[in-house]
């Protein structure tokens, strides 16, 4: 590791993902922070690069991110934040839609004219010349092409204008690309990384990644790309974290030993962990003392059932709504009668289960809300996915996008409202050329209708779509 990188590890940023635990101290983690300085070191030196932080949930991907970001000198580099989550990947792009829709401070329902003021704002920030960039970051923020192109041409300057506009910035000074969860992201977002990765022309560009051992694209062999395995941790440093979750509150003699055990090298198991037995004191005698749960999902279960009952059910719905989730909505959801009492939700955040954000709530981990979401049965998620697809059409933001609302109808099991969703939603994918997503709404929607016998008016109006999507595919793969 340089001596300007440990120079640098001294200073304090802030972090781009505002709220997480940073309580226990940072250990075991040298060989990595090494490797992405000196992937960063090529950035520096007018290369595009790339950091791949490969590992299994919980790993400590994220707070590895976290970390290494806070060493970076604010005055030298430009910072790019994005992140993709399940729930959109029905939403082409929209990881660089959150971007650049943070960077221009626009909400989720601003008007066209609005984004066309904040494009005009950003193009002009980059030295970028009003004109085919400005149309295609229209199209990303607005949705729709003013111009009226076909998909074909609006895909390809919606796609060109993000990677042009990263370049640009990368003129101004070195930039940072943080993209989380990409093993999540949509086939477009996935085509941008792609494209940036093996541009023809090298630049001060560092893409800093995260996904799961399972996401293979061959790209990510390129030799530009540096592959970083995050190791589990050692025994003190898990143990750092139990009692950092505790809180120093009293404890059995063995009790971080044994959760040290449990936790298996995993830091969000052990913080997970760590929180139930600050909040329990460890209840529940085993034949060596109080019960220490052996799997992720237990630990969560043991501790949302520790919960007010009106907190309880607040999470259990916002686990169904996905990881990042509309307070108002979920309170429509399970609103009860009465007069309105304290927010639910509060104790969840003192618990750090979900983080309180702009624009809603998320939660703090993807298998926090995954394990969450696994304790309630296959009957209570249908009911939520329906509720939850009634009340997304009583909010105009990016949750209420015809993609999710097909994916709570579908999930829900309302074949009508599903189809009808999923075609928009397909129509809408195709008119941004993201055929692969567009062909799956489509075929969805196809399914649904046939199991479920519905009209063969809509049977024909998907298959016309699910049609021209499937030529368009074929078309792009012969390079026509």
Not at 106 to 135: H, K, N, Q
Not at 218 to 238: E, F, M, Y
Request: net charge positive; aromatic share 4%; glycine share 8%.
């Amino acid at each position: 590791m340089s001596a300007d990188h440990k120079n640098r590890q001294k200073r304090t940023v802030t972090a781009p993902f505002p709220g997480a635990s940073e309580a226990a101290e940072f250990m075991d983690r040298d060989l990595e922070l090494a490797q992405m300085e000196d992937v960063f070191q090529r950035a520096l030196a007018g290369q595009v690069a790339m950091a791949e932080v490969r590992g299994v949930p919980g790993i400590g991907k994220s707070r590895l991110l976290r970390e290494f970001l806070r060493t970076l000198p604010r005055d030298r580099v430009r910072r790019l934040d994005a992140a993709c989550r399940a729930e959109g990947r029905g939403q082409p792009f929209l990881p660089f839609i959150e971007m650049f829709r943070a960077a221009l401070h626009l909400p989720a329902d601003a008007p066209p004219a609005r984004i066309r003021r904040g494009a005009d704002r950003l193009l002009a920030r980059c030295g970028l010349a009003p004109g085919p960039a400005l149309r295609g970051l229209s199209v990303l923020l607005n949705g729709s092409d003013e111009a009226n192109d076909g998909p074909d041409v609006a895909g390809a300057r919606l796609r060109q204008g993000i990677v042009d506009l990263i370049a640009a910035a990368c003129r101004q000074r070195p930039v940072v690309l943080t993209v989380e969860n990409l093993h999540l992201a949509d086939a477009g977002t996935l085509d941008v990384i792609e494209r940036l990765l093996t541009l023809d022309k090298d630049m001060p560009l560092l893409l800093l990644v995260t996904c799961t051992p399972d996401f293979q694209p061959a790209w990510l062999l390129h030799a530009r790309a540096t592959r970083i395995l995050p190791k589990p941790l050692g025994d003190r440093a898990v143990a750092a974290v139990v009692s950092s979750a505790m809180s120093g509150r009293p404890h059995a003699p063995n009790l971080v030993d044994r959760a040290t055990a449990a936790a298996g090298g995993n830091p969000l198991h052990a913080e997970q962990i760590g929180r139930l037995l600050a909040r329990t004191g460890g209840d529940g005698e085993g034949r060596d003392g109080p019960v220490v749960p052996r799997t992720l999902n237990a630990t969560v279960a043991a501790r949302i059932d520790a919960l007010g009952p009106d907190c309880r059910r607040h999470v259990q719905a916002a686990s169904v709504m996905g990881m990042w989730y509309d307070p108002d909505v979920i309170a429509e959801v399970t609103r009860k009668g009465g007069p309105p009492g304290p927010p639910p939700w509060q104790e969840a955040i003192d618990e750090a289960l979900i983080l309180p954000l702009p624009g809603g709530h998320r939660f703090t981990h993807p298998s926090v809300q995954q394990a969450i979401f696994e304790t309630l049965t296959d009957r209570q998620r249908r009911a939520l996915h329906g509720r939850i697809a009634q009340a997304l059409g009583h909010h105009g933001n990016d949750l209420s996008a015809p993609s999710i609302r097909a994916h709570h109808f579908y999930a829900a099991g309302m074949a009508d409202d599903a189809v009808r969703h999923l075609v928009v939603a397909g129509r809408h994918n195709l008119r941004l050329f993201a055929l692969e997503s567009a062909d799956a709404l489509f075929q969805r929607a196809m399914d649904l209708i046939e199991d479920n016998a519905l009209t063969p008016r809509r049977l024909s109006w998907a298959a016309c779509f699910r049609t021209g999507s499937r030529c368009c595919t074929g078309a792009a793969r012969r390079g026509g």
